[in-house]
C-alpha cells in the first residue's frame, strides 16, 4: 500500500512558479514510477511528467517541456514538481500517482495503482 498526499498548489499570476510536493507513505516508494497527472475543469486527467524509481528516467507531456522538471528524494519519500513560467491553461488539479509493478515510466493513468487527493493549481492571467 501507498498513500500519497500533494501540497504546494495555490493562486498564481501567470509568469510565476510553483512547486507541488508529494509525500508517500509505505515500503515501495522507492522502487514506483512517480507520475504526476491534471485534470483541468470539465476536462479529463491527462499526464504532465513521470520519472522512474532511480530517477534516472523522466517523460514529460509536450505542453510542459522546458517549464516544468519533476524529481524525487526516496530518503524523504518525496516527488515534486517544479513549476515555472505559468500560464492560464495550466490551471487544474494536480494529482500524485505512484506504481511499484514497473521500472519503466508510464505516461497512462492506468499505469498507476496510487493518487493522491490532488491539490488545486490556478493560474490567473
Known amino acids: 500500500q501507498v498513500q500519497l498526499v500533494e501540497s504546494g498548489g495555490g493562486l498564481v499570476q501567470a509568469g510565476g512558479s510553483l512547486r507541488l510536493s508529494c509525500a508517500a507513505s509505505?515500503?515501495?516508494?522507492?522502487?514506483?514510477?512517480m507520475g504526476w497527472f491534471r485534470q483541468p475543469p470539465g476536462k479529463e486527467r491527462e499526464f504532465v511528467a513521470a520519472?522512474?524509481?532511480?530517477?534516472?528516467?523522466?517523460r514529460y507531456a509536450d505542453s510542459v517541456k522546458g517549464r516544468f522538471t519533476i524529481s524525487r528524494d526516496n530518503a524523504k519519500n518525496t516527488v515534486y514538481l517544479q513549476m515555472n513560467s505559468l500560464k492560464p491553461e495550466d490551471t487544474a488539479v494536480y494529482y500524485c500517482?505512484?506504481?511499484?509493478?514497473?521500472?519503466?515510466?508510464?505516461?497512462?493513468?492506468?499505469?498507476?495503482?496510487?493518487w493522491g487527493q490532488g491539490t488545486q493549481v490556478t493560474v490567473s492571467s
Open positions: 500517482a505512484a506504481d511499484p509493478r514497473t521500472s519503466g515510466v508510464v505516461r497512462l493513468t492506468s499505469g498507476y495503482a496510487y
Open positions: 509505505g515500503r515501495t516508494f522507492g522502487s514506483s514510477v
Open positions: 520519472m522512474n524509481w532511480s530517477g534516472a528516467s523522466t
